[in-house]
């Protein structure tokens, strides 16, 4: 894969990927100056997750790379979110 | 005789730039795990002490945060189109934008330097008695602001002088459009730091 000619982003991908990136940027800004209570964590870890999404699929090159790798990054990304999700069953209910 | 032994070795010289690739994925994921905990331990609290999370996030400055993350956005951008161009053979292009992307990493630092000595000048930094005099809520929440944007701050210094290596390695052709796998993976922690960023932004200084 290192020595054969896989693909090469054009930089043009990478400015249309750095544009969405910095529109999206302006718009988790601008939502949160209104006043959406508790939606308002969901749509802003929303939009970030979009935005990790696209970095992680254009810049760090998954999208273009072995299918392996995609497998190792949602994988490491599940055991973030079982950690996550486990913890939060012991204070559900302290409150 | 010299460069006779010189091509038998070159021909001879393991190489696995797949491996490699692999080695950088697996200590991403070490880092990923590392900033985990800080997010998990930031979820519990603002579970626990949610009105005063949005009460202190309302003294950060949003401009700060907003400028940071155009400039890692940027930088990530430079990072990327860097190694484009080194696989398309424009070795002086490439060392442009790996110097631009230093300059970024640089700038960030700049910011963060004037952000903190603002916090810190109307005295808000770990332990002082200003904080201190705080509700629990609001010391904890400034405790994790200092550790998690600090920690990601070290990751940016770590970066640029990893960069800054690289950019050595593209000058005297140690990464060259055919190995350029050294370059790749300093982009990927590069951008790993700029993803971390992209979680730290709304979690502290735009969810009220």
Redesign the interface.
Known sequence: ???GKNH????ST??F??LT??TL?SL??TV?SLDLGFL??LV??G??SL??LL??L????LRF??RM?RI??LI??I??LI??VL??FD?ANI? | MNQLVESVVHEHVH????G???GM?LFL?TE??LF??M??AY??YR??YGDFFALASKKLD?FFG?IN??IL??S??T???SI?AI??ESKKLSMLFLALTIFFALLFMVNKYFEWSAKFSSGIFPGSTELLNQPKGIIIYFGLYFVMTGLHALHVLIGMVILLVMFFYLKSDVINS?YY?ML?NS??YW??V??IW??L???FY???
Not at chain 1, 58 to 61: A, D, L, N, Q, R
Not at chain 2, 15 to 18: E, I, M, P
């Open positions: 894969m290192g020595h090469i982003v054009n930089y990478y400015i990927v750095w990136l910095v940027t988790t800004v949160a308002s964590v802003a870890l939009i970030a935005k990790a970095v992680l254009v810049f760090m090159h790379d072995d790798f190792f990054v490491s990304f055991t973030l950690f996550l913890t939060f204070y409150r | 190489r696995d730039d797949v490699a690739k692999i994925w994921f990923l795990i985990g905990g997010f998990l979820a519990v579970y626990q949003v907003l993350t155009l956005l940027t990530s951008l990072m990327a189109m484009t696989r398309r055919d796998i790749e982009g990927l951008h790993l700029d993803i992209i979680f932004f709304p979690l735009l969810i009220h």
